[in-house]
């Protein structure tokens, strides 16, 4: 199968795609199947036992094999024909009110409202490839999760500085971390070569993602304290992800003391 997202080969059991971070919406599905066949093996094998009565151990034994693997057999059958089948009716559902999806999607673009964006195509389930005519909002959903992603790590950072709390999870250096890394993915995405599946993403929404990217700098400027110059010349757009946390975690530090 492949990431709904950016196209890349997956498994089921790839939590997320190792490619784009985009959740798999189809690891807890398989992880709830598999729990049901889990319990219908722990129910088989008991069955098989008990009605064996007197046949040998070794008999008996085949016999679980046997039954267990037609079981294994069955489940992923199962659990494919059940994803294929509902992938289909949800991206038929999808494609019936796409004129009103787009709509709602654009005035939240309007409003730069990049929070109420991706949790609208969370919720209506529009992260689907296959979607005719939806393909731009679905590839930008990439920039607007990397901006949510800065926005909470720049949150975290507030709260660190309030909540004197050593044991954290979302320590300085670990939100600084995700911010770089999502800035990177930002400046990648808009410098994409024509070989690129958002070149033309870009080309056609330019002024989507300069908001959105726009915005996503002023965080950092805001929160980390970045020098305003390194953004205004554009030097930031330029840097690896390395010396970009290198420049946050400078940047931060020095607020600080």
């Given at each position: 199968?492949?990431?709904?997202?950016?196209?890349a080969?997956?498994?089921?059991d790839?939590?997320?795609?190792?490619?784009?971070?985009?959740p798999?919406t189809?690891?807890?599905?398989?992880?709830?199947d598999m729990?049901?066949y889990e319990?219908d093996?722990q129910?088989?094998?008991?069955?098989?036992?008990?009605?064996a009565?007197?046949?040998?151990k070794?008999?008996t034994?085949i016999?679980?094999l046997a039954?267990?693997?037609?079981?294994?057999?069955?489940?992923?059958?199962?659990?494919?024909?059940?994803?294929?089948i509902?992938r289909a009716?949800?991206?038929q559902?999808a494609?019936?009110?796409?004129?009103t999806y787009?709509?709602?999607?654009d005035?939240?673009?309007?409003?730069?409202?990049?929070?109420?964006y991706a949790?609208?195509i969370e919720v209506?389930?529009?992260y689907?490839?296959g979607?005719?005519?939806?393909?731009?909002y679905?590839?930008?959903?990439?920039m607007v999760n990397?901006?949510?992603?800065?926005?909470?790590?720049?949150?975290h950072?507030?709260?660190h500085?309030n909540?004197s709390d050593e044991?954290?999870?979302?320590t300085?250096?670990?939100?600084?971390?995700q911010i770089a890394?999502?800035?990177?993915d930002?400046?990648?995405?808009?410098?994409?070569d024509?070989y690129?599946t958002y070149?033309?993403v870009?080309?056609?929404?330019?002024?989507?993602?300069?908001?959105?990217?726009?915005?996503a700098?002023e965080?950092v400027?805001?929160?980390?304290h970045?020098?305003?110059?390194?953004i205004?010349?554009?030097?930031?757009?330029?840097?690896?992800?390395?010396?970009?946390?290198?420049?946050?975690?400078g940047?931060?530090?020095q607020?600080?003391?």
């Amino acid at each position: 199968m492949k990431c709904d997202f950016c196209g890349a080969n997956l498994t089921i059991d790839d939590e997320v795609c190792p490619y784009c971070h985009t959740p798999n919406t189809h690891y807890v599905k398989h992880r709830e199947d598999m729990h049901r066949y889990e319990q219908d093996y722990q129910s088989t094998k008991t069955e098989v036992y008990e009605t064996a009565g007197k046949t040998s151990k070794k008999a008996t034994q085949i016999a679980v094999l046997a039954v267990l693997g037609l079981l294994f057999l069955g489940s992923i059958v199962m659990n494919n024909s059940i994803w294929t089948i509902e992938r289909a009716l949800l991206v038929q559902k999808a494609q019936k009110n796409l004129s009103t999806y787009i709509e709602n999607l654009d005035k939240y673009i309007a409003n730069e409202d990049w929070n109420s964006y991706a949790a609208y195509i969370e919720v209506n389930e529009l992260y689907y490839s296959g979607i005719k005519g939806f393909d731009d909002y679905r590839y930008f959903q990439r920039m607007v999760n990397d901006y949510n992603y800065i926005y909470e790590a720049c949150m975290h950072l507030v709260d660190h500085e309030n909540i004197s709390d050593e044991y954290t999870y979302y320590t300085p250096d670990r939100c600084m971390e995700q911010i770089a890394d999502s800035l990177k993915d930002m400046y990648d995405f808009v410098k994409a070569d024509e070989y690129s599946t958002y070149y033309e993403v870009y080309q056609n929404h330019t002024d989507w993602c300069d908001a959105v990217l726009t915005q996503a700098e002023e965080l950092v400027q805001a929160y980390l304290h970045v020098d305003p110059q390194v953004i205004e010349s554009g030097e930031i757009r330029t840097m690896s992800k390395t010396r970009l946390i290198v420049l946050l975690e400078g940047s931060y530090r020095q607020n600080e003391s």
